[in-house]
């Protein structure tokens, strides 16, 4: 027993000497560094201090005092308002921010210069909170400030890191030409503070300002502006909560903020009108690109060759024109076009204009490789596209598409059949058209309701159709059935106050994916059915010229983008949460969501 004890004893002396000895330590572990640093830096010296005035125009320095070592994360979210030609340079000396001013800078002139996110602790990369300096050349600091949002036209969602830029100049083309005389960047919200302006009445834009120039290049941003001028009239103050810096991560704080304006960007389609490109892709079709939309032609003749055997095709914004030439005979080599169209001339304005186009066919390497294989044999048929969507059908029909124009249709020899559970067949009627954007598509919608569990089948024989290269299309057809399952859920929207032409779209949540859409010019309900359980917006265009499609702005001509919204089922909320097996109802009144 006592030898028992004894040894109880001993081991519980060694236990208690490896504890406390560092002999016995696992020399393989590191040691351990202490909790994650997860406090940003805090600002403990400004010199001189926010607001001074006096400041000089050349050689001036700021310096930050922190309380930690601090990096400079992204030198280029420094912003000096009014910019200058070359930006702020910032360097670390120990603690210490020393931010210097290359360029000259104006007399008597308010200045700031907004941090953004480009400092950070040197240890953990902890972001300093957002700063915003000011000072003034002069006697006295200019104190008015006013703030806004910036949105995507199309999308609705916040744009980050725009430029919004503010001109006294009232010219149409200052931000073309020059840099702002106030500017600020967007945050993570879209939204931005511009401060420390002074009273008068400012133009005000909004660009992507991709390369970081301070103007505007249409070729590159996307753009915005504010219909009127504006004119400050609140004054910069502690206790306005929006001077503040924010958390980008707290929702609650950053969506309270008031904007005192909107603003919404938008990419420019070129307006400056010249023939860009003329191809000839084969003997008998090729194509005219324009540099912009809605191009103006006056006369447009292929030479030698009757109008009645020429097909032409614009696209949607008319700055495309498809070409396709009908004829039994041989073309030349090299086919001639006189064109007569408006083009842009040299001091900006539309002009009349005559081009004499002379174009070859156009070698690709399927010609190439098909001249080099005399083996080959020629088509005999061609191929039909028919495409029909269970979910679709009823309201937009079945597709049947070819790569050329066809010359004949034999609309009579398509059948539609329709099968009941009992294996009866039946042929039943239909509407046929011609797409009025694409004459190579026809489309075939029912003349009667689809009933659920029934089977339907399109034939379309061989020889139904003759394409421009006279070949009859092989044998084509398609089956489609009324969807259904005990999941499907049903969409109806009833719309009120329509006074105008709407384009009415249920998206995915993130408004990429359409699956369905309508056109409507007055009240009533659609029905968006055979859906599966999941999230789905609204998405309304406002068509004021009626053209199938949401036409973006014109800055110079002050037009803004047609104004596209998203349905709120509750102020804040775009998102339909569908179940299963549901059917949803949901009454739009657009003259109030239009306002």
């Known amino acids: 027993m006592r030898r028992i004890i004894a ?6 002396l060694f236990v208690a000497a490896c504890i406390g000895s560092h002999s016995c330590a696992n020399t393989t572990t590191a040691p351990s560094g202490g909790p994650k640093d997860t406090l940003p830096p805090v600002l403990i010296k400004l010199t001189p201090e926010s607001g001074t005035t006096n400041f000089p125009t050349t050689g001036g320095k700021i310096t930050l005092q922190y309380n ?3 990096v400079v994360k992204t030198a280029t979210d420094i912003l000096l308002s009014p910019p200058t030609r070359r930006r702020p340079q910032a360097k670390i000396k120990g603690k210490n921010i020393v931010v210097t001013l290359p360029d000259t800078l104006r007399a008597d002139q308010t200045y700031t210069i907004d941090f953004g996110q480009a400092l950070a602790d040197n240890n953990e ?3 300093a909170p957002r700063l915003v300096y000011a000072f003034s050349t002069g006697e006295t600091l200019d104190s008015l400030y006013f703030t806004g949002t910036v949105i995507n036209s199309q999308t609705l969602a916040p744009v980050k890191g725009a430029l919004v830029a503010a001109y006294i100049d009232q010219s149409d083309s200052v931000c073309f ?3 702002p005389d106030a500017a600020v960047k967007t945050d993570d919200w879209g939204y931005f503070v511009l401060r420390n302006l002074s009273d008068t009445l400012y133009q005000i834009f909004v660009y992507s300002d991709t390369d970081t120039d301070y103007k505007y ?7 915005g ?5 504006y004119r400050p009239t609140h004054v910069v103050n502690d206790s306005v909560p929006e001077l503040h810096a924010f958390d980008m991560k707290d929702t609650l704080h950053c969506s309270a903020r008031e904007s005192m304006i909107n603003l919404v960007t938008f990419k420019e389609l070129q307006t400056v009108q010249y023939l860009q490109n003329s191809v000839r892709t084969s003997e008998r079709q090729g194509y005219l690109k324009f540099s912009a939309a809605n191009v103006q032609i006056d006369q447009l003749e292929f030479v030698g060759i009757p109008d009645s055997s020429v097909i032409l095709q614009y696209n949607v914004t008319r700055d495309s024109i498809d070409f396709w030439i009908n004829t039994s005979y041989r073309l030349d080599d090299s086919l001639l076009i006189r064109l007569n169209y408006l083009k842009t001339d040299s001091t900006g304005q539309l002009s009349p204009c005559e081009e004499n186009l002379s174009l070859a066919i156009k070698k690709t390497e399927d010609s190439k490789q098909q001249s080099k294989d005399p083996k080959q044999k020629p088509d005999t048929t061609f191929t039909l596209v028919v495409s029909a969507k269970d979910e ?3 309201q937009v029909g079945v597709s049947i598409e070819s790569a050329l124009p066809m010359i004949h249709v034999q609309r009579d020899t398509i059948q539609l059949f329709e099968t009941n559970p009992k294996g009866q067949k039946s042929e039943k009627t239909f509407r046929f058209e011609q797409d009025s954007n694409e004459i190579r598509r026809y489309v075939i919608k029912p003349d009667f309701d689809l009933i659920k569990g029934y089977d ?6 061989a020889g139904t159709f003759v394409n421009l290269d006279k070949l009859p299309n092989a044998e084509a057809g398609a089956k489609f059935k009324v969807p259904q399952g005990e999941n499907l859920s049903q969409l109806e929207v009833q719309l009120t106050s329509v006074e105008d032409r709407y384009i009415v779209e249920l998206t995915d949540e993130k408004g990429s994916r359409v699956f369905r859409t309508y056109h409507v010019e007055q009240a009533g309900a659609l029905l968006f059915p055979y859906l599966q359980a999941g999230r789905y917006m609204i998405r309304i265009t406002c068509d004021k010229n009626r053209n199938g499609y949401a036409d973006t702005g014109n800055l110079l001509a002050r037009k803004q983008p047609e104004v596209v919204r998203f349905y709120e089922s509750q102020p804040g909320n775009k998102i339909l949460e569908i179940p299963e097996s549901a059917e949803i109802e949901q009454t739009i009144d657009l003259k109030a969501m239009f306002q």
Do not use: C, H, M
Not at 217 to 223: G, R
């Open 7 to 12: 040894t109880a004893i001993a081991l519980a």
């Open 68 to 70: 930690e070592y601090t």
């Open 125 to 127: 990369g902890n972001l």
């Open 177 to 179: 030409n020059q840099r």
């Open 217 to 223: 290049n249409p070729d590159e941003d996307e753009v």
């Open 225 to 229: 502006f504010l219909d009127s001028l």
């Open 392 to 394: 679709t059908v009823e």
């Open 456 to 461: 339907y089948e399109l034939k379309i024989p």
